[in-house]
């Protein structure tokens, strides 16, 4: 009783350093990152009973069921502290119905609770897990793997956006939380899509001689991240863009399109009260060169906030794949 659970595991010799894990594979297996798992050791103790060479970690399969329960009371909204002192007793061969339960330690003003995923990839799954335990750096990693393995459309489509969704709902049904989680996991994709955006856009003579992408929000429109996921899209196929972000002023959208010439103007609006038909109208009639070869851009309209009667003349496309293809056709015609 008196014996801590290093002390029994040493002496019982039933342990060795080749039956351990290591700190990556448990990452991968938990859904955190290893910093996490490093900074829960080093900051309550929830560390692994064996290291090989007293340095590198190997985590046994009584270390792995104490992490699984931290994640879980992390998960359900305990503060870490209280998780890792509940995991550790749990670990102490104390009895499935003895444990404490992630009720028994959750602050009725966290969230709590798994996001309402559904049938979802795995990768949503545990960006998922990350995003609700307020891990940055898991949530950073995974999206960067996320995106240098499978690609911004994937990515976006079939990981970030049903995981944003989640969120959303999980936000509507719980009042006021899960706000902090929204915010966390949409400041990390904006920058995950910036990253994949690259410094600049192509240049040389595949540049369409056309004139770039332009993206821009609508008036009135803030919510500009699928216009992001747009960008990184078009600068991963090699097509130049020019990006402009929320709440464009029509006089500096329409000074844009004058001086740049782009090929497509693509109007990005969430809502129906920020959708504006008549700078829709006005953008289309934006014309650019000399006289007798006097050009006008194509224009996209994005978003939710365009459903209803189409605009003659106007491109409406369901979605990012859908977009970019659209757009990488207009460049090669």
């Known amino acids: ?125 545990g960006l998922a897990r990350a995003a609700v335990r307020l891990d940055a750096p898991s949530v950073d990693d995974r999206l960067t793997s996320l995106v240098e393995r499978h690609g911004v459309v994937v990515g976006w489509e079939e990981v970030m956006v049903p995981t944003l969704h989640a969120v959303g709902r999980k936000w509507e049904s719980a009042g006021d939380r899960y706000v902090e989680v929204e915010h966390l996991l949409s400041w990390h994709i904006s920058r995950a899509l910036h990253r ?25 429109e803030q919510h500009c991240l699928p216009l992001e996921a747009l960008h990184a899209g078009l600068v991963e196929q090699g097509l130049p863009t020019r990006m402009f972000g929320p709440a464009v002023p029509p006089e500096a959208l329409t000074a844009a399109v004058k001086r740049l010439g782009p090929l497509a103007v693509v109007l990005w609006s969430q809502t129906r009260s ?46 990012l794949r859908d977009a970019l293809t659209t757009l990488a056709s207009l460049a090669a015609g």
Request: proline share 11%; glycine share 14%; charged share 25%.
């Open 196 to 220: 994949a955006s690259g410094p600049s856009d192509p240049s040389g003579p595949d540049t369409p001689a056309a004139g770039p992408v332009v993206l821009a929000c609508v008036p009135g």
């Open 1 to 125: 009783m008196g014996e801590s659970r290093s002390d029994q595991e040493r002496g019982a010799g039933a342990v060795s350093v080749d039956a351990g894990v290591t700190t990556g594979a448990l990452a991968r297996r938990l859904g955190v990152s290893p910093t996490t798992l490093r900074s829960w050791d080093r900051r309550y103790g929830v560390g692994p009973a064996v290291r090989s060479d007293g340095r590198h970690r190997r985590w046994t399969p009584q270390d792995v069921a104490m992490l699984e329960e931290m994640c879980r009371l992390t998960s359900a909204g305990v503060p870490p502290t209280e998780a890792a002192r509940a995991a550790m007793e749990g670990s102490d061969a104390a009895p499935a119905e003895a444990k404490p339960s992630a009720d028994a330690y959750r602050p009725r003003s966290k969230a709590a609770g798994p996001l309402p995923l559904g049938d979802a990839r795995q990768e949503c799954k």
């Open 274 to 319: 920020t959708a504006d038909r008549p700078l829709a109208r006005h953008i289309a009639a934006t014309g650019w060169g000399v006289k007798g070869a006097r050009r006008n851009p194509v224009v996209l309209l994005g978003g939710p906030g365009w459903a209803g009667r189409p605009e003659q003349g106007m491109l409406r496309p369901p979605g």
